[in-house]
């Protein structure tokens, strides 16, 4: 492992470790409105680190063993897991009852699962002669990482409108943080695909594969089915979503608007119905291509609305000015840009930065030249703009 990667594993390392135990200790650093939100007496928060260090102690070496036989990306992640999940539901169910199981869990959680592993991965990470960097670095990491999350915690708590609110939006940004730990553990898929060639053709093929097969490396089948399950189960609620709105807009805004004006409820149902399949058609052939990427399409096509409909809002909220022919203008030039400049790829820019500066460009222009909007409409737009600014 080259020493770009050990310091890259070490970093995650210690952004996982400082995440992860920031609640355990949240009632030292936030005593007061801890013991005001759980309705906790002084000997009761007492006895939560009793249960806390109890179970840890009672589990270290049990750890030890299970660090020993277990994969350190799957423990950490299942960890992280925990940590992640119990912060978010201590932050909605804040309650000293719910906190003694909580902390029972945390102990297992951190210092059965995850710290006997983080030994392990230190200790695997760098030689013999390398123990005390491995380590040193760690901690380094560790700290300031540490500090970092206790500044922010107060700061998100000082933010909130009561001391209860500040609590609880300082658990959900510890939430987060463990989140970013699982990211930052991700990080180890990179270093893991470099150093086994022989598991990375198919993510090399289509990086788009990493979550499948990193879901089958690093768990179990039935849990990797589970996991990829969930691959599915986004794809078929974006995909639904995106085919009723489509199937609606063509219907409501293209048919009865400009073809059937007085089509009945029945034939609107119908037709509904039929451009649902049609545009399943489309895009089926659309994704006849095995080699074409979703990210690829779905940035193509957000830069397609960003350029032809997003100066387009801004000016109409920002510019009195803009006319309807200036308008028309910006969403046709814009939309020709994108689709020029992502023939011809020029200068290697994203589509959607030329297609919004000269849908910009279009707009002022043609919005000049044209004739200014009627006194009703400049009226409307001043009144709108004084509601914004003084909603009083």
């Known amino acids: 492992m080259s020493n770009f990667l050990k310091y890259m594993r070490l970093f995650a390392l210690g952004i996982t470790f400082s ?4 609640l355990p200790y949240v009632q030292i ?19 939560l680190m009793t249960i806390f260090t109890a179970v840890s102690m009672a589990l270290y070496i049990p ?29 909605f169910h804040t309650s000293y009852g719910a906190a003694q ?24 990470t760098g030689s013999s002669e390398e123990q005390g960097r491995m380590f040193g670095t760690f901690y380094g990491t560790t700290g300031i990482f540490s500090s970092i999350i206790g500044f922010v915690g107060a700061w998100i708590y000082s933010n909130g409108s009561s001391n209860i609110e500040g609590f609880h939006l300082m658990l959900l940004g ?19 695909f470099a150093e086994h060639r022989d598991v990375a053709s198919l993510v090399e093929q289509n990086h788009e594969r990493v979550f499948i097969v990193l879901s089958g490396l690093l768990f179990n089948p039935w849990i990797a089915g589970i996991l990829m399950s969930a691959i599915l189960a ?17 219907t409501e805004d293209f048919y009865r608007t400009f073809i059937r004006r007085n089509a009945s409820q029945r034939e609107l149902v119908w037709f509904g119905r039929s451009m649902v399949l049609l545009v399943s058609v489309v895009a089926v052939w659309l994704a006849r291509d095995p080699n074409s ?40 030039t814009g939309a020709v840009t994108v689709l020029v400049w992502n023939h011809y790829a020029w200068l290697g820019l994203y589509e959607i930065l030329p297609g919004f500066v000269f849908a910009l460009i279009a707009i002022v222009v043609v919005s000049l030249l044209d004739k200014a909007p009627s006194k009703s409409i400049a009226k409307t737009f001043d009144e709108v703009q004084a509601a914004v600014r003084n909603p009083a």
């Open 19 to 22: 995440s992860s135990m920031a």
């Open 29 to 47: 650093k936030f005593y007061d409105v801890f013991r005001e939100a759980t309705q906790a007496s002084n000997n009761e928060l007492g006895l």
């Open 63 to 91: 750890g030890g063993v299970l660090a020993d036989r277990g994969s350190p990306k799957k423990l950490l992640l299942l960890s992280l897991i925990m940590m992640c999940g119990l912060n978010a539901y201590f932050a």
């Open 101 to 124: 199981l909580i902390w029972a869990l945390l102990a297992i959680a951190a210092n059965t699962v995850q710290w006997p592993t983080l030994i392990k991965a230190i200790r695997d």
């Open 174 to 192: 510890q939430s987060a943080f463990c989140a970013v730990a699982a990211v930052a553990v991700g990080f180890f898929g990179a270093a893991f």
């Open 234 to 250: 986004a794809v078929m609620s974006t995909l639904s979503c995106q085919l009723l709105v489509c199937s609606s807009t063509l």
């Open 293 to 332: 990427l979703v990210l690829s399409l779905v940035s193509y096509a957000w830069a397609g609305f960003g350029a032809a409909f997003g100066p387009v809002i801004i000016m109409s909220l920002w510019w009195r000015r803009m006319t309807r022919n200036g308008a028309l203008a910006g969403m046709i």
